[in-house]
């Protein structure tokens, strides 16, 4: 989207879309049509740049509740080790609890 100079006469407004993989150059006219066309693109990018920063917004309000919510599992799991370990258990490799032998 750019206002373009040909052989030195007047501007013209353009647009390169891509189009089944080939980008094509569309143009749009000089003077009020330009003109017009210009604001028109511009107005589309402002509100692409809005949903954008929503989109943004909500992401990090949803990044933060992801680090609420594993603050929270965490404490569950030590709470929970200690608990085990406080009943006689081990954990076997990393992976599952076991009764500590010798214990009933």
């Known amino acids: 989207m750019s206002w373009e100079t040909r052989n030195g006469k007047g501007r013209y407004y353009t647009r390169s879309p891509r189009r089944g993989g080939r980008i094509v150059r569309e143009y749009f006219g000089a ?3 330009g003109e017009y066309w210009a ?3 511009a107005y589309a990018r402002a509100e692409r740049a809005e949903r954008a ?3 943004r917004a909500e992401a990090d309000g949803l990044d933060e509740i992801d680090k609420l ?3 929270y599992v965490k ?3 030590v709470a929970a080790r200690e ?3 406080a009943a006689g ?3 076997h490799q990393r992976g599952e609890w ?4 010798g214990q009933a």
């Open 69 to 71: 919510v594993a603050a």
């Open 89 to 91: 258990y081990r954990q």
């Open 83 to 85: 608990a085990l370990v």
């Open 39 to 41: 604001a028109e693109d």
């Open 31 to 33: 003077g009020e049509w």
């Open 53 to 55: 920063a929503a989109s």
């Open 75 to 77: 404490t569950v799991e």
């Open 98 to 101: 076991r009764k500590t032998r």
